[in-house]
């Protein structure tokens, strides 16, 4: 079995687009043999880190160069302008992939990410079964949580919004790839309920991303002799909501003791950093920065719980590596993460307005700092829950999609 993977983000060791791509790659090269195509940025990388890997089916990579300025607008998320250039190298790819043809015999044509639906590339156009998948991007930004953006982010998300309505329902190439597609993978129910109502096209929930094995949870449990140790990490993004967890703290930090760490940076840390400060709680925040991977890691291995407070996102990775460490999840009940965190595992907060996130989030962070019974329990939850969404699993349940439509 030989396999076409077009993959634009991917790297080892970083979170996010590339890393999920990365693990997607090489979790799938245990059980066949890939040839991927993706954008050259890390090509230094991923050649030296391959070998350290000792893979069955070694993967053979081919990569397509793009500017420093495209990559740049790539990895600034909301940058609409990247999308013409992303089109052009989707192209470029597919190209590359008819004269791949010529030599190599692949058995499927799988187009893994950027896993946003609106460029689904051109794969589909090849004499082979597509498979196209993790798909998201279909999300919603919630009209009441408007409020909370400047009258700048108001219109590009009711933009947004509007377009992504459309866009899902009138892209020709959209339409294509979904009915040419043999096996289509939903990132999120929220996608997987648009492709059957929008295409009539049924969709396998499978989440973008997932979970490494963890031998034992045996973190240092909070106690009442030291402050609840809470954690945020995401770019500082108006989409990412981190107002709603300092105003949380503001009121929780009257009944319990907690510490807010912070790990992220982006063009909203001064608003965000005055906020804490206007709110009486700059003494409760750490503002950690940027760290690499291994750093956030640790950093999280060592938080009590996870105050994810994202108002649109899909599943995201921080999510599924908190799960990993057995911590608790805070979030909003909605989007892919409403789907993977449960009762279980930590505390949802209904997606109603900021007022009540605001109030949900304080109450959970109250009920965790007051009850440590109920920490250890979402702590044991966390790491069985974590098991559920191992990335060896997922990369099984596709490489079976992959014997199937063989055998078709």
Request: charged residues 20%; hydrophobic residues 40%; positive net charge.
């Amino acid at each position: 079995m030989h396999i076409l993977i077009s993959a634009y983000a991917c790297a080892p060791d970083v979170g996010s687009e590339p890393g999920v791509g990365w693990n997607w790659i090489t979790h799938l090269a245990r059980y066949c043999k890939i040839t991927v195509i993706t954008e050259a940025g890390f090509q230094e990388k991923i050649l030296s880190s391959i070998p350290q890997y000792n893979l069955p089916y070694p993967p053979e990579f081919h990569f397509i160069e793009v500017t420093p300025e495209i990559r740049k607008q790539c990895w600034n998320q909301g940058d609409w302008r990247f999308y013409r250039h992303y089109r052009q190298w989707q192209w470029r790819a597919y190209e590359l992939a008819k004269k791949l043809m010529d030599t190599k015999p692949f058995d499927v044509a799988h187009q893994l990410n950027m896993i946003g639906y609106r460029e689904p590339g051109y794969l589909w156009k090849l004499p082979v079964p597509f498979v196209w998948g993790p798909v998201g991007g279909h999300e919603q930004m919630a009209w009441s949580f408007l409020s909370m953006l400047s009258w700048k982010e108001k219109s590009y998300y009711t933009l947004r919004n509007i377009l992504n309505a459309i866009q899902m329902r009138t892209s020709l190439r959209v339409r294509k790839a979904a009915s040419s597609a043999k096996a289509l993978i939903a990132a999120t129910p929220p996608n997987q309920k648009a492709f059957q109502q929008i295409h009539a096209k049924e969709a396998i929930l499978i989440n973008e991303t997932g979970t490494f094995p963890c031998t034992t949870n045996n973190r240092i449990l909070h106690n009442s002799h030291r402050p609840l140790q809470l954690l945020w990490c995401g770019k500082f993004m108006s989409q990412k909501a981190l107002p709603i967890a300092l105003h949380a703290l503001s009121i929780a930090q009257k009944q319990v003791k907690a510490e807010l760490h912070i790990v992220g940076t982006g063009k909203n840390e001064i608003p965000w950093k005055n906020c804490a400060q206007q709110l009486g709680i700059e003494h409760l925040c750490h503002w950690h920065g940027q760290l690499s991977h291994d750093e956030s890691l640790k950093r999280m291995a060592s938080s009590d719980c996870l105050v994810f407070t994202s108002i649109l996102d899909a599943t995201t990775t921080v999510v599924m590596e908190a799960l990993s460490y057995g911590i608790p999840v805070i979030c909003h009940n909605s989007f892919g993460f409403g789907s993977v965190v449960d009762d279980s595992c930590g505390i949802k907060i209904p997606m109603i307005h900021p007022s009540a996130s605001i109030q949900g989030f304080a109450q959970a962070i109250v009920a965790l700092g007051s009850n440590p019974g109920l920490l250890e329990q979402l702590s044991q939850g966390a790491w069985n829950r974590a098991k559920e969404f191992l990335w060896d699993d997922k990369a099984k349940k596709m490489y079976d999609i992959y014997k199937k439509l063989i055998a078709l």
